[in-house]
């Protein structure tokens, strides 16, 4: 009898030793951000453009203060993806799921993003066609996250496919934000077009990159914005699986 008692106290420490490695093991998987970096591939950016931004987004993350930033969070990790979009039916993912919680890892990507091949050449300029894959590429993330954000960078307004407004309220009604960069040296208004048909949600704001060459800059500061952003309460970043009806936000 004392026997059997022993061995069912061994296997109840047990459990909970390996419930306690499982809670850990959660902990560890979960992460800050969850971000979506949706690149413009459209005509309207030539390759050297198209470089300039894949430049100025591998500097950013080769930033101590992006490190930092990343590091100071309360999990201490991001994850990140990266994914070209022109055409309503043209978007393709660049980088995959990466999560970024040190320096080492940090530079990783940035090495990938600047030697990445650009996967999408010319067509029209979709930003709602962006959003519906950037949400899609939310829902596939491996890491839970306290946030999830679109970051949407262009040189136009969306001239192609469904009105941007669906796209955006659906992202908004899954708890995602929206930021955007304008790169306003084709399109002077488009700062203001940005905030007021592009970005939603919580916390979402835009920049301006008066052109390519300014872009760097922009990125670094909006990356830690992003990054440095405080979660609010009752937001709900968990993007509904395909088909999931959404409703309008509060």
Do not use: C
Request: aromatic share 6%; net charge negative; hydrophobic share 50%.
């Amino acid at each position: 009898m004392r026997r059997l008692a022993a061995v069912v106290l061994l296997v109840v420490i047990s459990a909970a030793g390996l419930a306690a490695t499982s809670a850990t093991d959660s902990a560890r998987e979960r992460v800050d951000l969850n971000l979506v970096l949706a690149v413009d591939s459209s005509s309207s950016v030539d390759p050297e453009e198209f470089a300039l931004q894949m430049a100025g987004i591998a500097e950013a993350f080769r930033a101590p203060a992006v490190i930092e930033a990343i590091e100071g969070g309360a999990h201490h990790a991001i994850a990140v993806t990266l994914m070209e979009w022109s055409n309503a039916t043209w978007q393709r993912e660049n980088i995959g799921w990466t999560v970024i919680r040190d320096a080492a890892s940090a530079h990783a990507f940035a090495d990938q993003v600047e030697n990445a091949p650009r996967l999408i050449y010319g067509g029209a300029t979709s930003i709602s066609g962006g959003l519906r894959f950037a949400l899609k590429r939310l829902a596939a993330s491996p890491r839970p996250a306290e946030r999830a954000v679109i970051d949407v960078s262009g040189d136009g307004a969306n001239n192609q496919g469904a009105p941007v407004a669906a796209a955006r309220r659906d992202a908004m009604a899954a708890g995602v934000t929206i930021n955007g960069i304008a790169v306003i040296n084709e399109e002077p208004d488009l700062e203001q077009y940005y905030r007021t048909e592009v970005i939603g949600g919580p916390g979402a704001f835009a920049l301006v990159a008066k052109d390519y060459e300014d872009f760097a800059q922009a990125i670094l500061r909006k990356l830690l914005r992003e990054i440095e952003a405080v979660p609010v309460a009752g937001a709900h970043p968990l993007v509904a699986p395909a088909g999931t009806p959404t409703r309008e936000p509060s």
